[in-house]
Nanobody
Framework: QVQLVESGGGLVQAGGSLRLSCAAS????????VGWFRQAPGKEREFVAA????????FYADSVKGRFTISRVNAANTVYLQLSSLKPEDTAVYYC??????????????????WGQGTQVTVSS
């Protein structure tokens, strides 16, 4: 398994931006899909975005398409999630996750077998 550490969360006003980072240690990301999920209080964890380490194909939830951008830096073993045009409903704990197997649609929590500890994003109105 790979160890994942998220950073970059914080408090931001509506319309603002944040960049989240997910750094890996242990095994590299080379065989993985890396995803971001979020969980608001009282709600289930939901898919936000994912990127294939090899090839760089990306996937986005409809709710964030056009506002969030996922990217990777291979040499740094790091995946980023750029959050823009933030809304109060984006408030949640954001989790980074990695999958060691291929899925056609890596948008469910069951796809992933390594998880970070989460970073809080709070958007004020």
């Amino acid at each position: 398994q790979v160890q994942l550490v998220e950073s970059g969360g914080g408090l931001v006003q509506a319309g603002g931006s944040l960049r989240l980072s997910c750094a890996a240690s242990g095994r590299t990301f080379s065989a993985y899909t890396v995803g971001w999920f979020r969980q608001a209080p009282g709600k289930e964890r939901e898919f936000v975005a994912a990127i294939r380490w090899s090839g760089g194909s990306t996937f986005y939830a409809d709710s964030v398409k056009g506002r969030f951008t996922i990217s990777r830096v291979n040499a740094a073993n790091t995946v980023y999630l750029q959050l823009s045009s933030l809304k109060p409903e984006d408030t949640a704990v954001y989790y980074c996750a990695a999958s060691s197997w291929y899925s056609l649609a890596p948008v469910t929590t069951s796809t992933y077998d390594s998880w970070g500890q989460g970073t809080q994003v709070t958007v004020s109105s």
